[in-house]
């Protein structure tokens, strides 16, 4: 299951659940779109993939599978 971060791993923007600038890579880090696009050149820093818009998951599933609150650097 997909690990929602609620921050950029950047420069710590929050980017909660509904966030559109939200952008990940395929190990779920977590960027914001600023950061992705005049930052980091659409490039993970940490495994060099590309970043993605990440999904917004339905509100009526966050009970049952709640976002993160804490920014997880290890990838």
Do not use: H
């Not at 950061?35 to 999904?55: A, F, I, M, Q, T």
């Not at 966050?62 to 976002?67: A, C, E, I, W």
Request: glycine letters at 4%; hydrophobic letters at 25%.
């Amino acid at each position: 299951m997909l690990k929602i971060k609620t921050n950029c791993e950047n420069c710590n923007k929050p980017l909660p659940n509904e966030s559109s600038e939200a952008m990940i890579c395929t190990f779920e880090c977590t960027f914001c779109k600023d950061c992705v696009e005049n930052v980091l050149n659409n490039c993970c820093p940490k495994c060099g993939g590309n970043l993605e818009k990440r999904p917004i998951r339905p509100t009526r599933l966050l009970d049952k599978y709640p976002v993160s609150n804490s920014t997880n650097t290890s990838g």
